[in-house]
């Protein structure tokens, strides 16, 4: 049969899955018409630019002439002519311009409109989600006159006769009580008409004859809460937007709410590649255990995501390309091949689905050669380097901003904010996808790359003398490691050229880092520090 550009192809064979022939035919294609501007930077002869700080592919163990080529992307300079020769290797690109970390950052939220849709979840279900619709009071708070303590509940002055057995929460509206009569009342039970005001138990004393007597001076309508005190029906409690937090879901219980109007979970699917990766056990014969396997989807959990699928590929070209065609989720990860390696096939995969590459590159340190595309309307993939740290970058970088807009958060008030407010040292920033960024001023100067921004872990700490709070740069940053962020609160923003100490940097706090009662996640207060 003839092939779309022309060749000629051979049948497949009646055992062959129809599915593979065009994975064939699509990675063929995708690599044979290679445009050089969707080359990330470093894919051209040469490898790393000076001042890389990985190799040309973007795995700890990728090196040239160090893993075997991809059968579907033929090497030209071996490819024989019709004379039999071998074609000359060709002429080097034009170098790629990676992307700005902001302008990165700036595009990965602006890859989305907003969330889509809306959808109805009972209570026990809602949290960490964000309203789609204003939280409205479906009755008045209380919705009735209560009392606020136990005690007795009083009619006109005093002394009052006390009688009755007493009123209790939960039951039934009382009579009504005369003047000069008194009930014993619970706490949260409902007042008799007309009462005067409730006094607390160890404020009144009952004489011999049963005569209620007040030993300090009793105001009309204390410790009563009258019916609306804190809202009334229709009345306004949350916009749209906001985040729903435990206190949220109080407040919409006692509102009356069964279910609330959420923005749904944003979906993610997880695609991890490498032949050298281990799932179990030590490294060994140059293999080495999966770090980004056990990670990313819990990170991805934490930024309210739900997570549908992690799947382990390989460095197979034929199936990453079907794995990302037949994804259903809003957001594609997928974990390395993202540089010009020889199993490289994240871009050759794109070509092929003609996706949109919105960021291919980023100048920053770890993680430049991540990649941002649009698959297809509504559907985005993210391609995160293979090194740990620097697919932690990515994640931030591309990935977090892209989610947040997906799950309705980019203009709510996070934990941050309000973490933000106790500390002097902080300064909120108020820019694009950075609104909930902050700074602080750094404990000891940063060396940055010549040209890219850095990301850095780092701890924070008060200075007692100053009351400000410091960012600690931690050791253990480099792209292949997790020791230092595993310790962190946050990553600094290093602009190109470094810092010096006392600069004023922008943080990234890390999903769990405003969390104290998450046991040894927040390092704070600690004497000693790992890293």
Not at 66 to 85: F, K
Not at 182 to 194: K, L, M, N, Y
Not at 329 to 357: C, I, K, N, Q, Y
Not at 372 to 390: D, S, T, Y
Request: charged share 20%.
């Amino acid at each position: 049969m003839s092939a779309p550009n022309g060749r000629s192809t051979q049948a497949a064979p009646v055992d062959v899955d129809p599915m593979d022939v065009d994975v064939d035919e699509a990675l063929a294609l995708a690599n044979d018409n290679r445009p050089s501007g969707n080359r990330p930077r470093d894919a051209r002869p040469g490898g790393n630019r000076p001042g890389d700080d990985r190799p040309s592919g973007d795995r700890a163990d990728t090196a040239a002439g160090g893993r075997h080529p991809d059968p579907a992307t033929p090497n030209a300079s071996e490819a024989p002519t019709s004379s039999g020769a071998s074609t000359p290797p060709p002429r080097p690109e034009p170098r790629h311009a990676a992307t700005s970390w902001p302008a990165a950052r700036r595009t990965a939220a602006r890859a989305e409109r907003g969330p889509r849709g809306a959808t109805g979840v009972p209570l026990d279900q809602a949290l960490g989600l964000v309203l789609a619709a204003p939280l409205t009071a479906l009755t008045d708070l209380p919705s009735f006159d209560t009392s606020a303590m136990d005690g007795w509940v009083v009619a006109g002055p005093g002394p009052w006769a006390v009688a009755g057995e007493g009123l209790l929460a939960g039951h039934e509206a009382p009579a009504p009580l005369a003047d000069g009569e008194a009930a014993a009342i619970a706490t949260g039970a409902r007042v008799p008409p007309d009462a005067t005001a409730v006094i607390r138990s160890e404020h009144g004393h009952i004489d011999a004859g049963g005569q209620l007597h007040p030993l300090r001076a009793v105001a009309h309508g204390q410790d009563i809460r009258p019916r609306g005190q804190e809202c009334r029906s229709g009345d306004l409690l949350l916009p749209a937007g906001a985040l729903v937090t435990p206190a949220v879901l109080g407040l919409a219980a006692a509102a009356g709410y069964d279910t609330l109007t959420v923005v749904p979970r944003p979906k993610v699917e997880v695609l991890i590649l490498g032949d050298e990766l281990l799932t179990a056990g030590l490294p060994r014969e140059g293999l080495i255990r999966d770090a980004l396997g056990p990670m990313l989807p819990h990170w991805l959990r934490a930024l309210g995501v739900e997570v549908t699928a992690v799947r382990r590929l390989g460095d197979d070209a034929k199936a990453l390309l079907k794995a990302v065609r037949e994804a259903s989720a809003d957001l594609v990860v997928t974990t390395g091949g993202t540089a010009s390696g020889p199993v490289d096939h994240v871009h050759a995969t794109l070509r092929a689905l003609d996706a949109e590459l919105l960021v291919d590159g980023v100048a920053v340190r770890p993680g430049h050669p991540m990649l941002l595309a649009r698959l297809k309307e509504g559907q985005h993939l993210v391609g995160l380097p293979g090194n740990p740290l620097a697919a932690v970058s990515g994640l931030l970088t591309l990935a977090e901003p892209l989610l947040r807009v997906l799950s309705g958060r980019a203009q709510d008030q996070t934990h941050t904010s309000a973490q933000r407010q106790v500390h002097d040292g902080r300064r909120q920033l108020d820019e694009g996808p950075n609104a909930d960024a902050y700074t602080a001023p750094l404990h000891a100067p940063a060396p940055g790359h010549p040209h890219d921004t850095r990301l850095i872990p780092i701890v924070l700490r008060q200075d007692d003398g100053s009351g400000h709070e410091w960012a600690v740069p931690l050791h253990y940053n480099g792209p292949a490691m997790l020791r230092g962020i595993a310790a962190a609160d946050g990553l600094a923003v290093i602009p190109p050229g470094g810092a010096k100490q006392g600069q004023e940097v922008e943080i990234l706090d890390l999903p769990w880092s405003w969390n104290p009662g998450l046991p040894g996640l927040n390092p704070a207060g600690n004497e000693g520090c790992f890293t």
